[in-house]
T-cell receptor, first 110, second 112 residues
Framework: GIQVEQSPPDLILQEGANSTLRCNFSDSVNNLQWFHQNPWGQLINLFYIPSGTKQNGRLSATTVATERYSLLYISSSQTTDSGVYFCAVLPSYNFNKFYFGSGTKLNVKP | SAVISQKPSRDICQRGTSLTIQCQVDSQVTMMFWYRQQPGQSLTLIATANQGSEATYESGFVIDKFPISRPNLTFSTLTVSNMSPEDSSIYLC?????????FGPGTRLTVL
């Protein structure tokens, strides 16, 4: 199946700092999503972004499908941004199965 | 989008027992998905559940251990059978609409 790699695996930030999370994937995709898993375990949809750039408040994401990577930008980080960020892709050859990266664990300190 | 609810939200069970997790969606969907997330790990797909047919299980997961029901287009259950401490995980229900995936709040299971 498709390989999905996220980096860095762990990230510690001081509140107010900016960061970039990366997701590389090994094959063409129909969909790419970013999720935030909060400390209670709930997965929150951040972006549906198979290509292009989107922004939502302090968060933005860019996917360059031809180069098989996506970036998630977090600006002016807050302690509530802490948690695990997952990238998930839906390969072009299998419309029914999402493949998840291993996640980036973010800890924002006050 | 889709709004998904799961019951129970958490449970503590004794080894050898079984737990059934319920998943309810606010709209009709063709496929529902069940995932497991072991502590500190990413999500692993257990099976895909279509209404009116047997669930399709991923490698490493079997129907005897994780029986699934899908009686209609808005509801599914996952049973974790004959539990052991290794089954302690978060179990998540998911649906896909227009290629976008949505998750329920999860069921946090601890097996003693």
């Amino acid at each position: 199946g498709i390989q999905v790699e996220q980096s860095p695996p762990d990230l510690i930030l001081q509140e107010g700092a900016n960061s970039t999370l990366r997701c590389n994937f090994s094959d063409s995709v129909n969909n790419l999503q970013w999720f935030h898993q909060n400390p209670w375990g709930q997965l929150i949809n951040l972006f549906y972004i198979p290509s292009g750039t989107k922004q939502n408040g302090r968060l933005s994401a860019t996917t360059v499908a031809t180069e098989r990577y996506s970036l998630l930008y977090i600006s002016s980080s807050q302690t509530t941004d802490s948690g695990v960020y997952f990238c998930a892709v839906l390969p072009s050859y299998n419309f029914n199965k999402f493949y998840f990266g291993s996640g980036t664990k973010l800890n924002v300190k006050p | 989008s889709a709004v998904i609810s799961q019951k129970p939200s958490r449970d503590i069970c004794q080894r050898g027992t079984s737990l059934t997790i319920q998943c309810q969606v606010d709209s009709q969907v063709t496929m529902m998905f069940w995932y497991r997330q072991q502590p500190g790990q990413s999500l692993t797909l257990i099976a895909t559940a279509n209404q009116g047919s047997e669930a399709t299980y991923e490698s490493g997961f079997v129907i005897d251990k994780f029986p699934i029901s899908r009686p209609n287009l808005t509801f599914s259950t996952l049973t974790v059978s004959n539990m052991s401490p290794e089954d302690s995980s978060i179990y998540l229900c998911s649906v896909q609409t227009h290629n976008e995936q949505f998750f329920g709040p999860g069921t946090r299971l601890t097996v003693l």
